[in-house]
Each structure stands twice: as C-alpha cells, then as structure tokens.
DNA sequence: ATTATCTATAGATCTATAGATAATGC
DNA sequence: ATTATCTATAGATCTATAGATAATGC
C-alpha cells in the first residue's frame, strides 16, 4: 500500500498540460478551494466548470474525475461551513455549569469567526441565491438546527426565559440577523482595518445587547 | 398630443403574439416587475432575458425596445430600493427638534419596511454577487450615503456622543448590518407570521439596544 | 410614416461525455 | 493493467442584432 505522494515525485497517469500548482493540495482540494474563491467572487451561476478546473491547475474534462460537477463543489463547500458552528453550539448546549449568557456569547463570536475568517469570507456563499434550492436541503438542515441551538440559549437567559414564544422567536431572528448580517457588512467593506477577532467580540456583545441582558 | 393609453385599447405596432398581461403596467414597468421576481428568486446570472420577458407578455427579442439589457434592469431596481431611504434619512437628518435616538429609530424601521416590503422582498437584490461589481457604482453610492447617516444619527445619540471614531465605526456596521441581516431571514422564512411591521419595529428596537441606548 | 412588435439567426458560450494518451505498477 | 489526465465535441443554451411585418397616424 503506497502512502499517498503529496510532493511533485512522480505520478501515476497522463501528466497534466499544466504546471501543477505548487499549493501542496490533493487535486479534490485543490478544486475546492478554487471553487470556494471563485463562488464567492462571481457567484455560482456565473462561475464555469472550466474556470473552476484551471484554476486548479487541470483542463475543464478532468474536473469530473473528482467531482460530479459544480453542484458537489458547492454543496460541499457550504457544509464545511455550517458543521464546524453546529459541532461546538452542541458541545455549548450540553453545557451546564456555565451561564447562557455567556455560551450565547461564545457561540455567536465563534459563528463570526467561522463566517469571516478564513480566506474567502465563505460566509458569502450563504448569500447565493442558488443556495435556496431544494438540492442544498442538507446545509439547510444544518442551519436549522444551529438556528434552534441560538434559541435554546437564547430562552435560558434571565431576559429571555420570561419570554412568550412569538417574543422568543422575534429575538432569535434578529439575533441571527445580526450574526449573519455581518457577511454583509463584510463583503462590503473587505479592507476593514479591525481584525476578525475583535469584530467577533463586538458582534457578540451586540447580539447580548439585542437579547437584552 | 394623445394621452398615454393604458387600457386594452387599440394600440400602435404589430401585435403581440402572446396576450398582454393584465396588470395595467407599461411594457416597461411590466419588463421591472418581472425582473424583479426573477432576479430575486432565481438570481441575476440564472435569470435570462428571454424568461424576463416572456414573463413580462413580449418576446426576447422586443425587450430591447424598452431596455439596453438585464444590466440596467438590475440597476433600475437596485436604485429603486435603496433611493426612498436615502430621502427619508436626508428629512431626518435636517430634523433637529426630534431626539437623535427617536430619528435613528425611524430610520431603521423605514428601511426594513423598504427591505422586506413590497411584492418581492427587493432587499434580496442587494445579496445577489453580480451586485459589487463596478457597473453598479450608482448603487453604492447611494448606499454609502445611506450608511453615513446611520453613522450621523448614531453619533447624535447619548450613547454615541462619547465613542471614538474606531467605536463608531463599529457600532454603524453592527446596525447596518442588523438592518441587512432580516433580509436574509426573511429570505429563508418567507411564510413568517409577525407582519412587516412588527418585525420592522422590533428590529429598530433591537438597532437602539445594540448602539446602547 | 411611424411604431411596436415579430421571426430568424450569428456568435459565443457552457456542461458533460466519449474516447485517446501517457504515465506508473506488476 | 490501472490511472490521471488529455483533446474533441454534441447538444443546449443565451444575448444581441438584422430585417420583416402589422398595426395606427396623417
């Protein structure tokens, strides 16, 4: 069993028309994180196969030998947005010797984090009106459930807990507008002099602020 | 001079193929109104100018009568938006024996009426990537304006008075993009219950609790 | 004559598949 | 023999223009 190469030795296969890139990713990879640049530059619907495949390096066919088409790549990438999130509002959830307020906190700043950081403001990804479709029901559903995690916190506040449900779901809306309404603000002023970290923090006192703590 | 006739009478120019829609719109006003459900359901690059006008009662082709292309309908609707808020933050602005925080609230409940109002939640416009392009510079302009009277107003308040220029920056785009942010949740909760109203004055509630009011 | 439409189409895409090719592996 | 790539292309778009046509206006 052979360890698989990462280096430039030699491969196996026809050699490829173009230098490979010297990003050190397997080609699965590397297509990911082209698409991710170019979705979040151009949109998905405006991105072809084959900007997606040079990019990585390969002609436009041999994309297929890695993935099944755009579709997968998008798919893919808005999962690996989502669980990372969802993963850790689950290990706040089943904490219980630490107040709300602050695993509310903890969880927004982290949700920032993940939407902001990174090199793409993958977040924006979120934005692309082909994400609405029937086909991403597995992003959806992530999203959903990390959604009902900001309300359960949200209800185990001092403020929230007296709340009735119409009033609980309102602040969770707009607390989950304002988390994801910094992609916005984001990606519209990307040169922005504060770091991500910082925003993150001042995201979440916000948002403990519109819970009303 | 003959008046304009909007009714179904006799009309200059071969006929149409397909039956005029009945909405009482002109041709022009009927091309916007189909671009602006297409362009917010299915996003701008999906949407082709042959589906805009077949929706709009007219074949590809004659779309070019009233329009140079897709661009300047998305331009056409983008400032369509975004141009009443700008007046009504400029009225208020001017109003100086109304409390900074009353007016900020104003300003944030117009605009999220704006938003999320009307027949097809137009703030979606603003989501779509084709948007950042230089192409729409009108656009951001006008939004930029728009932004800096957030600024101004939060600046008015007891609370922001204080903050240095870093601070303020900061508290403008957590606002902005709370306001931003109930386009994306209404985006993916169209059936919501809470009518527009009491989610927009709910959201500028929650806008005067994150500036610190 | 003017106008609003139509039909037809050139030219430019873009996606996904078929089948060839050039490496290594055994 | 297996694998990773390539080239080539069919079929399906989509945009913008050219030029014809069928109304009203005078």
Do not use: C, I, K
């Given at each position: 069993m052979g360890a698989a190469r990462t280096g430039a030795g030699r491969r196996v296969g026809r050699p490829r028309a173009a230098q490979r890139p010297d990003?050190?990713?397997e080609p699965r990879e590397e297509l990911l994180a082209a698409a991710a640049e170019l979705f979040t530059t151009l949109g998905y619907a405006a991105t072809s196969t084959r900007a997606v495949a040079e990019r990585a390096g390969?002609?436009?066919?041999?994309?297929y030998h890695y993935v099944s088409g755009k579709e997968e790549l998008l798919a893919l990438l808005l999962e690996s947005t989502v669980t990372p999130s969802l993963a850790y509002a689950r290990d706040l959830l089943a904490d219980?010797?630490?107040?709300a307020e602050r695993r509310l906190w903890e969880l927004c700043r982290a949700d920032v984090g993940v939407l902001c950081g990174g090199?793409?403001?993958?977040?924006?990804?979120?934005?692309?009106?082909?994400?609405?479709?029937?086909?991403?029901a597995g992003f959806h559903a992530v999203r959903a459930e990390l959604k009902g995690a900001y309300r359960q916190l949200i209800a185990a506040t001092a403020a929230g807990g007296a709340l009735p449900e119409g009033a609980l779901d309102l602040r969770t809306d707009l607390v989950f507008g304002l988390i994801e309404g910094v992609i916005l603000v984001r990606r519209s002023d990307?040169?922005?002099?504060?770091s991500v970290s910082v925003f993150a923090e001042a995201t979440a006192d916000a948002a403990l602020r519109v819970v009303g703590v």
């Open positions: 990003s050190g990713l390969m002609r436009q066919a041999s994309m219980d010797t630490t107040p090199a793409h403001n993958l977040g924006v990804l979120y934005l692309l009106p082909e994400v609405r479709d029937e086909r991403f990307p040169e922005r002099s504060v």
